[in-house]
């Protein structure tokens, strides 16, 4: 073989396993980093500073919208980020989710 063909099979090869490993990560992206990614079952949901009601309205998620969140809730919120937290009856664990 050439070293013009060696260098095209090696490229054909290695385009080959990233494609892979991608189709891998792909595959996984129903998964969290924490676990637990939720669903808005709201029209809109209001992301709030604390968890309570009368905290301030840091962010809004449309219906649909599907985020991470941390599994558990704490009065009736769920975190979904430092200083950001959602009414957890509004929101529904994706299936397969460990929330």
Request: hydrophobic letters at 50%; proline letters at 2%.
């Amino acid at each position: 073989m050439s070293k013009k063909t060696l260098i095209i099979v090696g490229a054909i090869v290695a385009v080959i396993v990233i494609y892979a490993l991608n189709t891998n990560k792909q595959a996984s992206a129903g998964a969290s980093a924490t676990g637990c990614k939720v669903t808005v079952i709201a029209d809109v949901l209001n992301a709030r500073e604390s968890a309570d009601g009368n905290a301030k309205v840091v962010g809004k998620y449309l219906r649909d919208a599907q985020f991470d969140a941390l599994p558990g809730v704490q009065n009736g919120f769920r975190k979904v980020a430092d200083d950001k937290w959602v009414a957890a009856a509004f929101t529904e664990p994706v299936a397969g989710s460990a929330c």
